[in-house]
């Protein structure tokens, strides 16, 4: 009588133990797992501990006042210091913002702030900011060299700018403006649709509601995409070397060539044997991307506390 | 109010121009690299120029297989290396860590991704280079294949782990939860749910890791050696063709571009052609194949 419960006691008891057996074997294979996983970003901050670690420790001996304040001294030996490659890579952050901050923050605006626009034209709106979104996207997917060889073939050659500040600037203005309309387009997103409807609704016109509310409120947003294209200059070599020239001399004015500190490098690794100059050539350039870093950082710290103070 | 609306049509039609310089941007980047390339593809046609592998300007031949190879060779070896650490950093990020950790692991991800690609080339050039001379093959320079793929692996690295690390994030929560809820472990879960979920996020950042690899120039041109020979191995083992020099599409352009000039500047254009189709290619199938296999995907 008791038989048929038995057995079926006994087969919970065994698939008990097999489900236990399972769960142990599955809670092991994710122990393993994970201790991988870990092992994984600990390899990935060993080698950002490596190379930076190896460029600060070799690139710092070479660095000191002299070596900040003279100018290359050009030869083989990579004599003098950075002063004139810190000054032009300066000169080309201000000359490629200038072109493309206004460029990229207008194109933005009127990606987000007309899209809903659907008067008379309304249809070509539409179509023209499909046209321009995918231009965007394809501009950002270019690598660089083709920025250069285009800068080379219309500012350099066809538009005969030669190697010069100015022809290194188109060229790089085009580079970064995907970046700056993109995190334009990003902070113009965050700004709530209820403060245009409210300008509106007191008979702003829309540019007094774009120029006095939306864009006020997106200030951090604009400023961390302008950051980020400065990073983006400042590391950037390949436009320059082919549109920049690579004079270690002081440019003039605009039509004249020069060396930003990114294409001093190069020129010290590849041209001559001076690797330690090379190395605080480039512990300055990670200084500056460590503090272009920062500042974004606080930006966006102090962006997300702004939000959490509206909620 | 009549001035203002006036202003209002001045500022929309200001902008809209400059919202269309992105586009002109872009059809002025063909028209120049295309028709600059054109003499190059009149004269020697597309198999002259792609079926080719001497590269000799003196000599008038201008053959890019050679560098084709090299641009995939080394963009095929730097996936391999790079890839799997990335997504494991990016799961790692996304699920595993501590919040305490992960505010040490995002910051690396973050520098290493802002490092100039010249100095991962002089780091390359200083470090890796010696390393890698000295395995004892003969005619092993240091500067190679295996030198320029472990410099382009970490290149690419911080791109893929953070935009695999948002496309897991953006996996919504009730898959994990329902997954848990029926007995599965945690990494059961991550590799049978969350991974599947993201896959069309992870496969853009592939796209994104597998065009910064075939673009990246100056690295490529401090470490790779340059040599415009088809990679082969440098003894009877095959392993050394890892050890082979080359010349990737990008460097071809940046080393040649500044001094030449008629048909050999011509040539180099339409180095940057093949160079675009490349990645349009890559874009364009692996889009596909990503459709493919999830066609909700967007």
Known sequence: MNVPDITSTNAMNLAEKRSAADLRRRQAAQKLSFGLFWLGALVVILIMLVVVGYVFITGFKSINLQFLTTPPKGGLSGEGGISTTVITTLYLVGLILAISAPLGIGAAVFLIEYQGQTQSGGKFIRSLLQVVNFGVETLAGIPSIIFGLFGYALFVSTLKFGFSLLSAALAGACLVLPTIIRTTQEALLTVPVSLREGSLALGATRWQTISKVVLPAAIPGIITGIMLSVGRIISETAVFYVTLGGSYRLPKNLFSGGRTLSLHLFYLAMDTNAFEKAMGTGAVLIVSIILINLIIDLISRKLSAGVRLHQ | ?298
Request: glycine residues 8%; proline residues 5%.
């Open chain 2, 1 to 298: 109010m009549q001035t203002k609306l006036k202003v209002d049509k001045a500022v929309k039609a200001i902008l809209l121009v400059s919202a269309s310089f992105s586009i002109l941007i872009v059809i002025s980047i063909f028209v120049f690299i295309f028709r600059s390339s054109l003499p190059a593809f009149k004269e020697f046609g597309i198999q002259g120029l792609l079926g080719e592998l001497t590269w000799r300007p003196a000599n008038g031949m201008y053959g890019i297989l050679a560098m084709v190879v090299g641009s995939v060779m080394v963009t095929l070896m730097a996936l391999v290396l790079g890839v799997p650490l990335a997504i494991a950093a990016a799961i790692f990020l996304a699920e595993i860590a501590p919040r305490g950790v992960q505010a040490v692991v995002r910051p690396a991800v973050q520098l290493l991704a802002g490092i100039p690609s010249v100095v991962y080339g002089l780091f390359g050039m200083v470090v890796l280079v010696p390393l890698v001379r000295r395995i004892p093959v003969t005619g092993n320079s240091g500067y190679g294949l295996l030198s320029a793929a472990i410099v382009l692996a970490v290149m690419i690295l911080p791109t893929i782990t953070s935009i695999s690390e948002d496309a897991i994030r953006a996996v919504p929560r009730s898959y994990k939860e329902a997954s848990l809820a029926l007995g599965a472990t945690h990494l059961q879960t991550i590799f049978q749910v969350l991974l599947p979920a993201a896959k069309s996020g992870i496969g853009a950042a592939l796209i994104l890791g597998i065009g910064r690899a075939l673009g990246e120039t100056m690295a490529m041109i401090m470490v790779i050696g340059n040599s415009v020979i088809l990679p082969a191995p440098l003894d009877n083992n095959p392993l050394t063709v890892f050890l082979s020099q080359a010349r990737t599409l990008t460097g071809n352009i940046a080393v040649e571009i500044n001094y030449a000039s008629g048909l050999h500047a011509s040539a180099l254009f339409a180095t940057g052609v093949v160079l675009f189709v490349l990645i349009m290619l890559v874009n364009v199938s692996a889009r596909a194949i990503i459709h493919r296999g999830n066609p909700s995907a967007g």
